[in-house]
């Protein structure tokens, strides 16, 4: 079983940059991708960026050039790092970890971004 928590979230100005931290309960080496998602208010969650254990990446259209997803196995840490926030950004960004079969999720950390 794997906790996910999830910080770095709050109020940005459009322009402004913000870093997303998820900290997991395990060594994230042994977790084979994780993700980066976002929900907006009465929107579907949606996939932004995920990073395998291999490194390689990948990112949602609206967010390449602005995101860059990292993660650092020494301290069990997911990270998101977001320039050129825009109002459409805003949202509840959640860290999701998979191992094997089973899928985790942390809590969720809201990003609001004002124009």
């Given at each position: 079983?794997?906790?996910l928590v999830e910080s770095g979230g709050g109020l940005v100005q459009a322009g402004g940059s913000l870093r997303l931290s998820c900290a997991a309960s395990r060594n994230i080496f042994t977790i084979n991708t994780m993700a980066w998602y976002r929900q907006a208010p009465g929107k579907q969650r949606e996939l932004v960026a995920?990073?395998?254990?291999?490194d390689s990446t990948n990112y949602a259209d609206s967010v390449k050039g602005r995101f860059t997803i990292s993660r650092d196995n020494a301290k069990n840490t997911?990270?998101?790092q977001m320039n050129s926030l825009?109002?459409?950004d805003t949202a509840v960004y959640y860290c999701n970890g998979i191992v094997g079969p089973y899928d985790y999720w942390?809590?969720?950390t809201q990003v609001t971004v004002s124009s």
């Amino acid at each position: 079983q794997v906790q996910l928590v999830e910080s770095g979230g709050g109020l940005v100005q459009a322009g402004g940059s913000l870093r997303l931290s998820c900290a997991a309960s395990r060594n994230i080496f042994t977790i084979n991708t994780m993700a980066w998602y976002r929900q907006a208010p009465g929107k579907q969650r949606e996939l932004v960026a995920y990073i395998t254990s291999g490194d390689s990446t990948n990112y949602a259209d609206s967010v390449k050039g602005r995101f860059t997803i990292s993660r650092d196995n020494a301290k069990n840490t997911l990270y998101l790092q977001m320039n050129s926030l825009k109002p459409e950004d805003t949202a509840v960004y959640y860290c999701n970890g998979i191992v094997g079969p089973y899928d985790y999720w942390g809590q969720g950390t809201q990003v609001t971004v004002s124009s």
